[in-house]
């Protein structure tokens, strides 16, 4: 028989994050820690859920329109204006998607021909260089450093451009280093992106959680760059909405019309039940993202104070729910520290070389756990790197 698989997907690897995931789930030891899987350990608000509920007892489980539900695109709309002065038209401007990862497929998708090269700084989520390169782009790896705050430098940036170069990729806050870039930060970026005639594909899913003095700032926002830049968002982190797989694309008209169309042929449209419940968080959902992010910041400020406490070098993350302390003084691999660490103080974390090469020598840290669990799970650390000394 003819081989059934297509080589590029057979030659592709797996997640990083989900192997350690999948030993801890093979492990099925009660004593294990996990602190790998970045998921609020909130529940989706109540009235969040009542909503959802309330829909299917009224029988509302038929398609939504592709791009989403009308209110639901409006309520974007008005959320986008109202925390970060983003102007987007929720008629054919915004699309509802399958969470964010669908909407950053589309964009890669509808947006590359073959070839085309797409900036990724990195420390960056695993799946960001497959969907360029699912969507036959070449990814180009920026490696930001601990030294820079893992910020993007414009200087950097110019450096990897060539005549190839189409998306400049960014995520901020970022996973998994927690790092974010304030309007100083980005105005340098923007104008480098202007002078090569570049678009950017912007993943702002954590933009609720940023622990820092001033807002989240989008380089969507900033002059001569909406109409270059795709804003993608959604609902998991900030509404602790995992589950119910909702997120969304905001863009100009005519690169939202292509997203749209592969949306249509691929997806659909999203879970009608989520985008009801979704109506309900981005309208009058505000005052649980504020507790949560509030619960967020104390565990963000125990486990930098607990690694300071143990002389480990732990980059101050002012975004999402992660810390990326350097474990490099260890004279271990980031893998062979986190395996050791699950298989003798049964903690997981994830190894810093999962999200790639400029991570190795750190570990990804996950607070969207209880404070109790990470004071646990510290004093593991402690322990192991006792055994080490």
Request: hydrophobic residues 40%; charged residues 25%; glycine residues 6%.
């Amino acid at each position: 028989m003819r081989d059934a698989l297509n080589s590029f997907i057979a030659s592709m690897p797996s997640s990083g994050i989900r192997k350690f995931f999948d030993i801890v789930t093979e492990m099925n030891d009660p004593e294990v820690i996990s602190l790998g899987v970045g998921e609020p350990d909130f529940d989706t608000p109540w009235h969040v859920r009542e909503e959802g509920i309330y829909s299917l007892t009224k029988g509302k489980t038929f398609y939504s329109p592709n791009a989403g539900l009308k209110e639901l695109r409006e309520g974007i709309a008005r959320f986008l204006n109202r925390r970060y002065g983003l102007s987007y038209d929720p008629k054919d401007e915004i699309i509802v998607t399958v969470g964010g990862s669908e909407a950053i497929d589309l964009c890669f998708r509808a947006m590359l021909d073959p070839g085309d090269e797409v900036i990724v700084p990195e420390p960056a989520f695993v799946s960001y260089k497959p969907c360029v390169r699912l969507a036959g782009g070449v990814p180009v790896v920026i490696d930001l450093k601990n030294e820079d705050d893992f910020k993007l430098k414009p200087e950097a940036l110019e450096a990897a451009i060539s005549d190839k170069t189409k998306i400049l990729f960014l995520s901020y806050p970022n996973n998994p280093t927690g790092a974010i870039m304030t309007r100083e930060d980005l105005l340098p970026i923007a104008k480098i992106v202007k002078k090569y005639d570049l678009f950017v594909v912007s993943d702002e899913i954590y933009s609720e959680l940023n622990y820092s003095d001033g807002p989240h700032v989008s380089i969507a926002s900033l002059p001569g760059m909406r109409e270059r830049t795709v804003v993608i968002n959604g609902f998991s982190k900030a509404y602790a909405m995992t589950g119910w797989r909702l997120g969304y694309a905001a863009a100009p008209a005519y690169i939202a019309a292509q997203l749209l169309k592969i949306h249509q042929y691929a997806i659909m449209c999203a879970p009608t039940t989520a985008q009801y419940a979704a109506v309900e968080a981005i309208n009058n959902g505000e005052q649980d993202t504020a507790m949560m992010r509030e619960e967020y910041n104390e565990r963000r400020r125990y486990l930098l104070k607990r690694f300071r406490d143990m002389d480990i070098d732990c980059f101050e993350a002012l975004g999402a729910f992660y810390v990326f302390p350097d474990i490099s003084a260890f004279g271990l691999s980031s893998e062979e520290f986190a395996t050791r660490l699950l298989h003798e103080q049964k903690l997981a974390v994830v190894p810093g070389s999962a999200f790639g090469a400029s991570g190795e020598g750190h570990l990804r840290i996950s607070y969207a756990y209880s404070l109790k669990d990470l004071k646990r799970a510290v004093d593991r650390i402690e322990a192991f790197i006792k055994c080490l000394t």
